[in-house]
């Protein structure tokens, strides 16, 4: 078979069991959203107080920005686990024994992420021209500039976010949920250096964009300090000023620079392959540890299992008496505790230990405002297997066919992810209740009650811990960090303390209770 | 001790039955369920395991229904299902105490119960080995292992020697066939000789209704004096594939000794020969299927 039809059918294939999946469904209603807050307004393009007649240059270069910056982020976790599924399905392994090289695998891997995203992209193509008939401005639909910025804007980096996640995948330090939290970074670092530094660093295209707006803006309203904002809320004061603006003037240098991209996607696909494992467990570097307390045999020989036809002695197997039939909860909350803490390294508690003694000794105020927040970050991926472990591992079965899994298993599962909040951010609320500040200390009980059932809620409807690992961070980078008062879910900002957030997150965390209860009924329910 | 299946039937979506009107009353003894691949064992199973809930009938464990009360059974449960998962990153030893803890089962007699089990299932050396790097035979002994560790009155496994080298699957038919003196044991598998070696029962399934249900003894009854072994050349087998119920081959230097299920001699050279339980099973199958073929006609 040729390389190009291995590629097509190994997108095709990939592409159909991804697009037949009930949360592709989720995710291009999500998508559907995104094209609602344009289309109503709530996301804008904006240079200082001037927009656009909505146009189809205008409204299409919106929706492509909207897309670089929010599906950049979003996407890449929805296509974060193309090779994860051929390793969890089996199916690497009749593909490993195939002649499909390395490249091609990662190759037809990060197109099929692509085509993914490119459906996404699709359905705000069509919103596109709903929303520019709806918006009535002008209704002429011109269809060149509707699908330039789509596909000179938004494919390149749709390009790239397909190929780096093939890339994380193939990582074995970024497979994980840790990899989740360095692209979430990837992404924050994005912004500043398309909107500063522009040219070679605008995957974006926001400084590209901007500088042309700034310019037409110029044209039409003479020249002025603006800015440049994508949102709904943060435009520049005064009276709204229209202007018509035709699209951007492609010239050669701005197309370059959107084909060095896609050629980068291409060289980041291909540089996957020389880490990909061909799932290969051994090859990889799990592989390598597990290999090592391996005995070895007399020749040399990795000796996997006990060896058969050794005689075994015969083993009495005594009856349980109806009195050790007693249920503990504290027996499961230690086994769901152990679950939770075990297998961490020496440098994850050597971080908690430092978060711990940060907490008892730096000033409260930094505490509050940094100690805190980070020590509630640490164990975010502790917390994020919490309601998806028994998916993941498939350990529902066992599980649920023992006695009242909803009434034991489910709160010692919750109550363990509170425990591990109390013993990473206990040293906080030491100061708070030496100091007498009530407020900060319920904030507090509020934020350590909050994430685990976060995490339960979500991992338990996702089977996934993929969706509470960005969700989280999203708001913990908002709220605690960025000290937006209304994501604020620690008590870091003294607006968010005196404007009632901890009973706001107090709220949220009941109803979230009651969603992970239903989740957890939905699954026993079969 | 009574588990009672009633009129049980489970209809999944596309309005296919997995299960339908199936009844079964079972008492201390290993019952084996028999039947091809999509017979509906593995959704019986499940069923009787409260994992599923069927679509019609029910399933009284003691007169107790399990679908409204299912605790009732789960607290004396212990179920192996065809496919399951372990935490990767915990030993032995500390997964089956995290399942008994679930279970509700003492911590001390839980700890001398996993000991127990780990020698049964000749784990004890690898005991403190991380279950992400057991192989696929002892992955399948620490499902057994935490099948029976609080000690159950009903016991469900389905196929529960995939896996298992030959002495440990000897091993764990000797132990069903121990087990199954004083409780209810469920093994569902399609290795008719697994069945052979432990069960007191049979039930054969296909297309998700049960076709017989009976003692080993009776069901070999119902094919003596219609088993035959017949010698023929290599040449001679394809069309004798399509005339005859053949349940086994072999080659020998005379030619390839076939053994047909048959109400006739095949031939005069054809010899009776003793039935096995895998001519029984056949025949019950092949004949249940030409039956409904006459009705279709």
């Known amino acids: 078979m040729n390389a190009h039809r291995m590629v097509w059918h190994l997108l095709r294939a990939d592409f159909l069991e991804r697009v037949r999946r009930y949360s592709f469904l989720v995710?291009?209603?999500?998508?559907?959203?995104?094209?609602?807050?344009?289309?109503?307004?709530?996301?804008?393009?904006?240079?200082?107080?001037?927009?656009?007649?909505?146009?189809?240059?205008?409204?299409?270069?919106?929706?492509?920005?909207?897309?670089?910056?929010?599906?950049?982020?979003?996407?890449?976790?929805?296509?974060?686990?193309?090779?994860?599924?051929?390793?969890?399905?089996?199916?690497?392994?009749?593909?490993?024994?195939?002649?499909?090289?390395?490249?091609?695998?990662?190759?037809?891997?990060?197109?099929?992420?692509?085509?993914?995203?490119?459906?996404?992209?699709?359905?705000?193509f069509v919103a596109s021209i709903v929303v520019q008939?709806?918006?009535?401005?002008?209704?002429?639909?011109?269809?060149?500039?509707?699908?330039?910025?789509?596909?000179?804007?938004?494919?390149?980096?749709?390009?790239?976010?397909?190929?780096?996640?093939?890339?994380?995948?193939?990582?074995?330090?970024?497979?994980?949920?840790?990899?989740?939290?360095?692209?979430?970074?990837?992404?924050?670092?994005?912004?500043?250096?398309?909107?500063?530094?522009?040219?070679?660093?605008?995957?974006?295209?926001?400084?590209?964009v901007n500088r042309n707006l700034e310019v037409a803006a110029a044209a039409a309203f003479g020249p002025a300090k603006r800015g440049f904002v994508l949102g709904g809320i943060e435009r520049g004061d005064g009276p709204v000023q229209i202007m018509r603006w035709e699209g951007l003037d492609w010239t050669s240098g701005m197309l370059a620079t959107r084909l060095f991209w896609?050629?980068?996607?291409?060289?980041?696909?291909?540089?996957?392959?020389?880490?990909?494992?061909?799932?290969?467990?051994?090859?990889?570097?799990?592989?390598?540890?597990?290999?090592?307390?391996?005995?070895?045999?007399?020749?040399?020989?990795?000796?996997?299992?006990?060896?058969?036809?050794?005689?075994?002695?015969?083993?009495?197997?005594?009856?349980?008496?109806?009195?050790?039939?007693?249920?503990?909860?504290?027996?499961?909350?230690?086994?769901?505790l152990r679950l939770l803490l075990n297998g961490r390294r020496w440098w994850w508690w050597a971080g908690a230990a430092g978060f711990l003694i940060a907490?008892?000794?730096?000033?409260?105020?930094?505490?509050?405002?940094?100690?805190?927040?980070?020590?509630?970050?640490?164990?975010?991926?502790?917390?994020?297997?919490?309601?998806?472990?028994?998916?993941?591992?498939?350990?529902?079965?066992?599980?649920?066919?023992?006695?009242?899994?909803?009434?034991?298993?489910?709160?010692?599962?919750?109550?363990?992810?509170?425990?591990?909040?109390?013993?990473?951010?206990?040293?906080?609320?030491?100061?708070?209740?030496?100091?007498?500040?009530?407020?900060?200390?319920?904030?507090?009980?509020?934020?350590?009650?909050?994430?685990?059932?976060?995490?339960?809620?979500?991992?338990?409807?996702?089977?996934?811990?993929?969706?509470?690992?960005?969700i989280y961070l999203v708001i913990w980078y908002i709220g605690p960090m960025n000290q937006v008062p209304t994501m604020d879910y620690t008590g870091a900002t003294a607006a968010g303390l005196a404007s009632g957030m901890p009973l706001v997150f107090l709220g949220v965390t009941a109803l979230l209770m009651a969603t992970a209860i239903a989740g957890r009924r939905r699954q026993l329910a079969g | 001790m009574n588990l009672s299946i009633e009129r049980v039937g489970k209809r999944y979506r596309g309005d296919f039955w997995g299960l339908r009107d199936f009844t079964l009353n079972l008492g201390p003894g290993v019952l084996g369920l028999l039947g091809p691949n999509g017979a509906g064992k593995s959704t019986l199973m499940r069923i009787l395991a409260t994992i599923t809930r069927p679509t019609e009938g029910r399933v009284l464990w003691n007169g107790e229904d399990i679908a409204r009360t299912p605790d009732g059974l789960r607290s004396v449960l212990g179920y192996l299902p065809q496919d399951f998962g372990v935490y990767p990153n915990l030993n032995a030893v500390e997964f089956l105490e995290y399942i008994a803890a679930v279970k509700g089962i003492d911590g001390r007699a839980a700890r001398q119960r996993i000991d127990e089990l780990l020698a049964l299932v000749n784990l004890i050396d690898a005991r403190k080995r991380p279950l992400g790097r057991y192989s696929g035979?002892?992955?399948?002994?620490?499902?057994?292992?935490?099948?029976?560790?609080?000690?159950?009155?009903?016991?469900?496994?389905?196929?529960?020697?995939?896996?298992?080298?030959?002495?440990?699957?000897?091993?764990?038919?000797?132990?069903?066939?121990?087990?199954?003196?004083?409780?209810?044991?469920?093994?569902?598998?399609?290795?008719?000789?697994?069945?052979?070696?432990?069960?007191?029962?049979?039930?054969?399934?296909?297309?998700?209704?049960?076709?017989?249900?009976?003692?080993?003894?009776?069901?070999?009854?119902?094919?003596?004096?219609?088993?035959?072994e017949w010698v023929l050349p290599s040449a001679d087998l394809p069309a004798a594939r399509e005339r005859w119920k053949i349940s086994s081959t072999f080659r020998r230097a005379d030619g390839v000794h076939v053994r047909i299920v048959s109400s006739l001699a095949p031939s005069p050279e054809a010899v009776p020969v003793a039935p096995t339980l895998e001519d029984a099973y056949l025949s019950v199958l092949e004949g249940h299927r030409a039956e409904k073929l006459e009705k279709v006609a």
């Open chain 1, 27 to 124: 995710i291009l209603a999500a998508t559907v959203a995104l094209g609602w807050l344009v289309g109503t307004g709530k996301l804008q393009l904006w240079i200082g107080t001037v927009r656009g007649v909505d146009n189809s240059a205008w409204i299409a270069t919106t929706m492509a920005l909207v897309v670089n910056t929010f599906l950049s982020l979003a996407g890449f976790y929805v296509v974060k686990n193309a090779v994860d599924r051929d390793r969890q399905t089996g199916v690497g392994q009749i593909l490993a024994t195939t002649r499909m090289s390395k490249p091609l695998y990662t190759l037809g891997k990060a197109l099929s992420n692509l085509a993914v995203l490119g459906s996404m992209v699709a359905v705000l």
């Open chain 1, 133 to 208: 008939l709806l918006a009535g401005e002008d209704r002429r639909i011109d269809l060149v500039q509707l699908l330039l910025p789509f596909l000179l804007l938004a494919l390149p980096m749709l390009a790239v976010v397909a190929a780096m996640a093939v890339l994380f995948e193939t990582l074995p330090g970024l497979r994980g949920g840790f990899g989740n939290v360095v692209w979430f970074f990837v992404w924050a670092a994005m912004m500043p250096l398309a909107i500063e530094v522009g040219g070679l660093f605008d995957v974006i295209g926001l400084n590209l």
């Open chain 1, 262 to 336: 896609i050629l980068m996607a291409v060289s980041v696909a291909l540089l996957a392959a020389v880490f990909f494992d061909r799932f290969d467990p051994a090859r990889g570097w799990l592989g390598r540890r597990a290999a090592r307390p391996r005995p070895a045999g007399a020749n040399g020989a990795v000796v996997v299992e006990a060896p058969a036809f050794v005689p075994v002695p015969a083993v009495h197997l005594s009856p349980l008496s109806e009195a050790s039939r007693r249920f503990r909860f504290l027996d499961v909350l230690r086994a769901e």
């Open chain 1, 359 to 470: 907490s008892l000794t730096a000033p409260l105020d930094a505490v509050q405002k940094f100690v805190l927040p980070l020590a509630w970050m640490w164990p975010m991926l502790l917390w994020s297997s919490l309601g998806a472990r028994e998916i993941r591992f498939d350990t529902t079965a066992l599980l649920f066919s023992a006695a009242r899994p909803l009434g034991r298993q489910l709160p010692a599962t919750w109550m363990a992810g509170v425990a591990l909040a109390v013993l990473t951010g206990g040293g906080a609320a030491v100061r708070f209740l030496a100091t007498g500040q009530w407020d900060s200390l319920g904030a507090w009980v509020v934020g350590a009650l909050f994430i685990p059932t976060l995490a339960l809620a979500l991992g338990l409807w996702s089977g996934s811990s993929k969706l509470f690992e960005v």
């Open chain 2, 137 to 228: 035979g002892m992955r399948q002994r620490i499902g057994i292992a935490q099948a029976l560790l609080n000690d159950p009155k009903l016991l469900i496994v389905d196929e529960p020697t995939v896996g298992l080298d030959p002495e440990e699957r000897v091993r764990f038919r000797n132990l069903l066939s121990d087990l199954g003196g004083e409780r209810i044991v469920l093994l569902s598998t399609h290795i008719v000789s697994d069945v052979e070696a432990t069960a007191t029962g049979i039930a054969v399934v296909d297309r998700g209704r049960l076709l017989a249900h009976a003692e080993p003894e009776a069901l070999l009854s119902g094919v003596e004096g219609q088993v035959w």
